[in-house]
């Protein structure tokens, strides 16, 4: 068991987000194609209600993402993502307007948009390797940035597997990229390995084992789990069945020191924390 440093936070638009005790992200997809699609919700009304149900659950960050990174998902344009969700940020911050929400996007662009209108976190699963500019954009913007392992793009990330030593490599990306950010004056930066991403399945169930190894950033690590194929295909059931094992997952992260626990289901990734909480503090 990991012990958690209790002493980190971040800065999200004035509001300050600890980590003595884990958080839950939930996810909100303005997508058509997400890989699991009661996430999804295109329609204002639909996109509110979502909202509110993971409010009345104790989510902590809403991550809005409007374009699918599934494997083999179609990539949009920076102006296409911008056009998804410029009325949905308007109606929820007019609804929710103390609610902390990411943006899962890979273009500087988006991530300057959605900043400027309400937006507390940019969650960029390219680690600024598709469009060369994202670090700059942070560190003007000043705003947490979550920094995310993965290699190609979805229509190529599963031939993309291949490494010496799969924990040695993410070390190297993930300290060569802080260096980077904090040389730019970057101060809020939080590490996701990337589960699912250009990563086999045998390679994801070692990075849940040895999560613990990313403690030695000294920054809150983000899992995101929730019913990926790692857990549904070696179970031989669909994403929709992925509950339970999805619970199992976040438990074991947890243990290994996770400090976000991205997820579908937010009373169930609550109720994880919780006890994981009353059985080992």
């Known amino acids: 068991m990991i012990e958690k440093i209790s ?28 890989f699991y699609e009661a996430s999804r919700a295109t329609q204002i009304k639909d996109i509110l209600c979502h909202i509110e149900k993971m409010v009345n659950e104790g989510v902590d960050i809403v991550d809005i993402g409007a374009m699918s ?15 998804r969700i410029q009325e949905p940020l308007e109606a929820i911050f007019k609804e929710f307007p103390k609610l902390i929400c990411s943006i899962d996007t890979v273009y500087p662009e988006t991530a300057t948009f959605a900043v400027e209108n309400g937006v507390s ?29 993965s290699k190609g793009r979805p229509q190529d990330m599963q031939n993309q597997t291949d490494y010496a030593h799969l924990m040695d490599e993410l070390i190297y990306f993930f300290s060569e990229k802080i260096n980077k950010l904090q040389a730019l004056g970057v101060n809020d930066i939080l590490i996701d390995p990337g589960f699912g991403f250009a990563k086999t399945l045998d390679q994801n169930f070692e990075l849940l084992k040895k999560l613990e190894v990313f403690s030695m950033f000294d920054l809150p690590i983000l899992v995101g789990l929730s019913r990926k194929s790692m857990l549904y295909n070696f179970l031989d059931i669909e994403a929709k069945e992925a509950l339970n094992a999805t619970s199992v997952a976040h438990f074991q992260a947890l243990i290994n020191g996770a400090n976000i626990l991205r997820a579908h289901d937010v009373k169930e990734a609550k109720e994880c924390i919780l006890l994981y909480d009353k059985m080992n503090k």
């Open 7 to 34: 002493d980190l936070s971040i800065n999200c638009q004035g509001q300050l987000l600890s980590f003595e005790q884990a958080k839950v992200m939930g996810i909100l997809n303005i997508t058509p194609d997400s």
């Open 121 to 149: 976190i940019i969650n960029d699963i390219s680690g600024d390797q598709w469009n060369q500019g994202m670090f700059d954009v942070i560190a003007k913007l000043q705003v947490p940035y979550i920094l995310m392992h």
């Open 69 to 83: 990174s599934r494997p083999g998902a179609k990539i949009i344009s920076a102006q296409e993502e911008i056009s």
